[in-house]
Structure formats: structure tokens, C-alpha cells
């Protein structure tokens, strides 16, 4: 009887130990894809952005914005972002996407959040400078189609700005330089 008894114990053992290990195998298969959305700016809208942009201190510095994921695009970068290069394409494929941007512009810290808008197909930005507590016409509004120049070595990345079609008011358009990178 013993025999017995210990047969069906280990067979009840097995089967938690399976489904123990199925369940670890869903929660990881789960924050995977919390990432992966989490990435890809699933989720992400413009309120959110803003938020997130005021929400800075106005100590906050270059590294701390680096260490939360924004890529440091002052003057030239060594060669192309991947990130960038990332964000361009999924925006031109219609695919959910947002890229945080920091920069030192004559020694005022820049903020930058973009989000692609798949209901306008557009990319929106919101701009912030932390230490002066001020932010730069929000959700201004960009072109898909972004204009890649090559002067000397030096590729150009420019957002064609277009007109907000969420505000009829009239505006001054004005593209915006996005990064430059070594070739």
C-alpha cells in the first residue's frame, strides 16, 4: 500500500512542478510583452507626453534624462541611432512609436517627446527646457516623410513641420533639425 500511495504522490508532485513551470513560462512570456509595448510607445499619448515633460524637475540633469531613456542628440553624434533610425521607420510604416530627445542648447537643457499619431499619420512633439520651467509649443506637428541631407560628411535629419489639423488657427511653420550624425 505504501507502493501505492507513493506512486500517487509523485505523480501529483509532477504535475504541479508542470504547471509551476508553465506559469513562470506565461508571466515571462507577459513581461515580454509589457516591454515591448512599453518600447514601442504603445499606449503613449499626448497628454501622457505632456505630462511626462512637466513633470521634470527643474534641476534634472543630462545624465539623469539619459538614465530615463532619452537620447542625447547635442551637436553631432559619432554615426546613425539605431533608436532614431527606429522611430523614423515605424512612423513611416504607421506603426505605434515615441522617441525621447535631450539636448544642451546653449547651456539650457532641452526635453523633446515625439509620438507618432496614427489617427493624423503625423508626428507630434512637445518640447520642455526643465531649468526654466518652460515649455515650447506643444504638440507641434511634423510630416512623416523626413528630410535626410549630406553636407560634407555630416548627415542631417529634418521634421518637415506642417499644419496642426486638430487647430485651424494659422501658424508659422518652421521644420525642425532632428540630429546630425558623422557618415
Known amino acids: 500500500m505504501s507502493i501505492f500511495t507513493t506512486t500517487i504522490y509523485g505523480e501529483k ?9 508553465l506559469c513562470l513560462i506565461v508571466l515571462a512570456m507577459l513581461g515580454m510583452c509589457f516591454f515591448y509595448l512599453k518600447k ?14 512637466l513633470d521634470l524637475d527643474k534641476n534634472v ?4 534624462l539619459e538614465a530615463k531613456g532619452y537620447i542625447n542628440v547635442t551637436g553631432c553624434l559619432d554615426e546613425e541611432n539605431k533608436t532614431i533610425k527606429e522611430f523614423i521607420d515605424n512612423a513611416g510604416n504607421r506603426r505605434p512609436a515615441v522617441l525621447r530627445l535631450t539636448s544642451n542648447e546653449n547651456d539650457d537643457l532641452c526635453a523633446k517627446i515625439l509620438l507618432y499619431d496614427k489617427e493624423y499619420n503625423l508626428i507630434q512633439m512637445w518640447t520642455m527646457y526643465p ?18 541631407s549630406d553636407r560634407d560628411g555630416i548627415v542631417t535629419v529634418t521634421l518637415k513641420n506642417i499644419q496642426n489639423p486638430t487647430d485651424p488657427a494659422e501658424e508659422i511653420l518652421q521644420d525642425e533639425v532632428l540630429c546630425k550624425w558623422k557618415k
Not at 132 to 147: E, H, L, M, N, Y
Open 61 to 64: 540633469t543630462l545624465e539623469q
Open 131 to 148: 531649468t526654466r520651467q518652460q515649455a515650447v509649443a506643444p504638440g507641434k506637428c511634423f510630416s512623416t516623410d523626413v528630410i535626410t
Open 40 to 53: 514601442t510607445g504603445w499606449g503613449m499619448t499626448g497628454d501622457k507626453a505632456w505630462n511626462e515633460l
Open 13 to 21: 508532485m509532477r504535475k504541479k512542478q508542470i504547471y509551476v513551470a
